[in-house]
């Protein structure tokens, strides 16, 4: 590899790093081509990416960026995950493939500028996505005003069956 193929390399890197608020470090062993390709077009039908590094080289592309923070874990195999939008919905499908794969491993990760110690991007995979907790909080501003306007709406319902009644009682009378 030349001076400037890494250089070109490092910069992209240092991209990636930047404009990604998620970037998750693992370690892969014994897992085949073909289950790695499946995993590679998951993370990126997701919107994600999926990269094998070579750790000097990220190393040097790390600095200057949150992810310097972990360049003590740039050792061995390593594959970074990145996204930039929601950590849970890239920690899910990792943590899926873990489960089929036990040679991948989470080594650790920046989340939204921290670092994060692999056991703790695991349980960032059993966390609701950012949909489900739009979802959630959605659910409760609307369900005190759904009460809101039945208990409001109750007193005219009543008023209008009682003229109803009324109206039928003069009609008999």
Same mark, same amino acid.
């Given at each position: 590899?030349?001076?400037?193929?890494?250089?070109?390399?490092?910069?992209?890197?240092?991209?990636?790093?930047?404009?990604?608020?998620?970037?998750?470090?693992?370690?892969?062993?014994?897992?085949?081509?073909?289950?790695?390709?499946?995993?590679?077009?998951?993370?990126?039908?997701?919107?994600?990416?999926?990269?094998?590094?070579?750790?000097?080289? =990220?190393?040097? /592309?790390?600095?200057?960026?949150? !992810?310097?923070? #972990?360049? *003590?874990?740039?050792?061995?195999?390593?594959? @970074? %995950?990145?996204?930039?939008?929601?950590?849970?919905?890239?920690?899910?499908?990792?943590?899926?493939?873990?489960?089929?794969?036990?040679?991948?491993?989470?080594?650790?990760?920046?989340? =939204?500028?921290? /670092?994060?110690?692999?056991?703790? !991007?695991?349980? #960032?995979? *059993?966390?609701?996505?950012?949909?489900?907790? @739009? %979802?959630?909080?959605?659910?409760?501003?609307?369900?005190?005003?759904?009460?809101?306007?039945?208990?409001?709406?109750?007193?005219?319902?009543?008023?209008?069956?009682?003229?109803?009644?009324?109206?039928?009682?003069?009609?008999?009378?």
């Amino acid at each position: 590899m030349t001076r400037d193929e890494k250089r070109q390399i490092i910069e992209a890197l240092r991209q990636t790093f930047r404009q990604n608020q998620t970037v998750l470090l693992l370690t892969f062993s014994e897992i085949k081509v073909p289950d790695l390709t499946a995993l590679r077009r998951q993370i990126r039908e997701a919107g994600n990416g999926y990269r094998v590094v070579k750790n000097t080289l =990220a190393i040097r /592309a790390a600095e200057e960026t949150p !992810v310097n923070q #972990l360049t *003590d874990d740039f050792q061995g195999p390593t594959a @970074l %995950a990145f996204s930039d939008s929601d950590p849970t919905a890239l920690a899910k499908i990792l943590k899926e493939f873990a489960e089929d794969h036990p040679g991948l491993k989470f080594k650790s990760g920046v989340v =939204a500028g921290q /670092a994060v110690p692999g056991e703790q !991007v695991a349980e #960032l995979a *059993d966390m609701p996505s950012r949909e489900e907790l @739009l %979802a959630t909080v959605a659910f409760m501003f609307s369900a005190p005003l759904t009460r809101l306007g039945s208990t409001l709406q109750s007193p005219l319902i009543q008023l209008g069956s009682l003229l109803k009644q009324v109206v039928e009682q003069k009609e008999e009378a």
